[in-house]
């Protein structure tokens, strides 16, 4: 199995609250947006399989990403992302799709 590379992320709210990852040549979208009806940030990450995307639109905004999906995958809890994005945040988010 291949690690997660290429990781991204945007908006940190005690957590970041959408990122980018890739791997085994997959693009993978993970997103715990605000829910203006709770009044508060999602406490997991919707999932979501990508195609890979035009440069252009990583590096633009991230919103309505999830209506490119493959797929939807499972949610995976704030706390239990498979990998670490702490000290892994790049100012290139278009390499997301590079490899």
Avoid at 55 to 64: I, K, M, N, P, Q
Wanted: glycine share 4%; aromatic share 14%.
């Amino acid at each position: 199995m291949s690690e997660w590379s290429r990781i991204v992320y945007r908006e940190f709210c005690d957590a970041p609250r959408a990122v980018i990852a890739q791997r085994d040549g997959n693009l993978y979208f993970f997103d715990s947006r605000f829910d203006d009806d709770l009044d508060c940030y999602l406490e997991y990450y919707e999932v979501w399989r990508l195609p890979l995307l035009p440069d252009e639109r990583l590096a633009g905004s991230w919103v309505g990403l999830e209506k490119l999906a493959l797929e939807r995958l499972p949610n995976v809890g704030l706390r239990d992302l498979p990998f670490e994005v702490s000290s892994r945040n790049t100012p290139d988010a278009d390499a997301a799709r590079s490899k």
